[in-house]
């Protein structure tokens, strides 16, 4: 199993700009999370979907952030317009209900915004 | 609600001595708990997991944790360090029972490991 794969590792954009990150879970997973991690806030949970379904975006910080899951496959986290406070480590985690496996996580996208 | 502090943001041990990260926790309903690790640049790892079986879970690279519910604490021990230990260290809880749950993450203690 080649694990949670998310591309790029790193991306540096100029502010306003529309970035997107993405993601492929571990096959046969129903549930897939985005989180930001920065030093000030630690790990954020920012959205989770079950069977390709939104279910919790209540961690989206603002509108300028959007998530997709179209297919059980790939799911992709859009941020437009780019803010330097963006910048963090955007990771990508994947699960199966089993009375608590616990997550799988990517390696993570390095987001620099300047 | 739920949530999990993680006493000290950094703990420093010497290569072969007790590690012990501190972690406690707040939950409405009986929790699942987990311990993960991050090695830099890397994603966060698995150690181990409490999932209302035994309370002492034996994980990964030597560590065990140990559930005590009268002290809403679920503490990360390995009786001797390594070099290879240093790393951030985050404890994590959910809701346990039959409906999934969110993980709600501590913010992490850094290990560092003096040879």
């Known amino acids: 199993d080649a694990g949670v794969i998310q591309s790029p590792r790193h991306e540096v954009t100029e502010m306003g700009q529309e970035v997107t990150l993405r993601c492929k879970p571990i096959s046969g997973h129903d549930y897939l999370f985005w989180y930001r991690q920065t030093m000030m806030r630690g790990l954020e949970l920012l959205i989770y979907f079950n069977n390709n379904v939104p279910i919790d975006d209540s961690g989206m910080p603002e509108d300028r952030f959007s998530a997709k899951m179209p297919n059980a496959s790939f799911s992709t986290l859009k941020i437009q317009p780019s803010e330097p406070r963006d910048s963090a480590v955007y990771f990508c985690?994947?699960?199966?209900?089993?009375?608590?496996?616990?997550?799988?996580f990517g390696s993570g996208t390095r987001l620099t915004v300047v | 609600a739920q949530s999990v502090t993680q006493l000290g943001s950094h703990v420093s041990v010497s290569e072969g001595a007790l590690v012990l990260l501190r972690c406690n926790y707040s939950s409405s309903v009986p929790p699942y708990l987990f311990w993960y690790v991050q090695y830099p640049n890397q994603g966060l790892q698995l150690l181990l997991k409490?999932?209302?079986?035994?309370?002492l879970v034996k994980g990964i690279n030597g560590f065990e944790a140990e559930f005590k519910k009268s002290e809403t604490s679920f503490h990360l021990t390995k009786p001797s360090a390594h070099m290879s230990d240093a790393a951030e260290y985050f404890c994590?809880?959910?809701?346990?029972?039959?409906?999934?749950?969110?993980?709600?993450f501590g913010q992490g203690t850094i290990l560092t490991v003096h040879p």
């Open positions: 994590a809880v959910s809701p346990g029972g039959t409906s999934y749950g969110k993980l709600t």
């Open positions: 985690a994947s699960s199966l209900w089993d009375e608590g496996r616990g997550y799988t």
């Open positions: 409490y999932t209302s079986a035994a309370t």
